[in-house]
């Protein structure tokens, strides 16, 4: 099965927008709802990637972006379906910060991929699953450290 053909299957199986009633869309003071977050990242398109939000501990909710990467050739021969980090919207949130949050969400993926897909003689330099105990030694010991002579 070719990346396309399995793309529009994920696509067919995203969930139906949830498009809130007028007395769902805005809560107690004016604060933003589950109901009213879920619709407007039912109006956000990025490729085939999904948008979903739940509610976080305490006073807010989670967004995250879902997507499928594929396999060797394009093909879905080690496809995987991704799911990007939580990011915090607060119910005091703007339609326009949760547009930007959702925005930074995306990009945040894609540097994600990037840094795992970037390889120096074969292997991931800049990958972003080093563990930080491995990367404050490398900052510790100064013979790592490299500047050029101006």
């Known amino acids: 099965m070719n990346v396309r053909v399995w793309l529009e299957a994920f696509a067919r199986i995203r969930p139906a927008p949830v498009r809130p009633s007028a007395d769902e869309q805005v809560g107690p003071r004016g604060l933003l709802t589950l109901a009213l977050l879920k619709g407007i990242l039912a109006d956000v398109k990025f490729g085939h990637w999904v948008f979903s939000a739940d509610v976080a501990m ?23 379906l991704q799911r990007g980090r939580k990011w915090y919207v607060s119910r005091f949130s703007t339609d326009g910060e949760v547009l930007q949050t959702a925005l930074k969400a995306v990009l945040t993926a894609l540097e994600h991929e990037a840094r795992e897909s970037f390889t120096y003689k074969g292997h991931a330099i800049f990958g972003p699953h080093f563990s930080i105990a491995a990367l404050v030694r490398l900052a510790e010991d100064s013979a790592n450290q490299q500047e050029r002579v101006q």
Request: proline residues 4%.
């Open 58 to 80: 305490g006073d807010g909710f989670f967004l995250q972006v879902r997507f499928v990467t594929p396999g060797q050739r394009g093909t879905m021969d080690g496809a995987t």
